[in-house]
């Protein structure tokens, strides 16, 4: 989704804001599961790798999902209450 300039964020109406708002909640909600997933795998693939290089790689890219994962569920906050100042709005 591309990011709005505050040029075009002003332009949008609160309903525009809203539906943007909450689109973009959708596509948060949607990859969190997917990082957590990801992490998963990394670290099952790491626990059958026989190679300490390739554990060692994958038990990084596990980790780096698991900051991914923090980092959305901050954003999904944020966004959440944005959303929530922007309804109470009259």
């Known amino acids: ?15 525009e804001k809203i539906k943007a708002l909450e689109d973009t909640i959708e ?3 949607i990859s969190i599961p997917k ?8 670290c099952s693939a790491a626990e059958n790798s026989i190679s300490q290089d390739v ?3 994958l038990l ?6 698991k900051e991914h994962e923090e980092k959305l569920r901050r954003i999904l906050s944020n966004l959440k209450a944005e959303l ?3 309804k109470s709005k009259k």
């Open 27 to 29: 596509v948060v909600l």
């Open 60 to 65: 990084n890219l596990a980790e780096q999902e």
């Open 84 to 86: 929530a100042n922007l």
């Open 1 to 15: 989704m591309a990011k709005l300039s505050k040029n075009t964020k002003k332009n949008l109406t609160k309903e």
């Open 55 to 57: 554990k060692e790689l």
């Open 35 to 42: 990082e957590i997933e990801a992490a998963k795998l990394y």
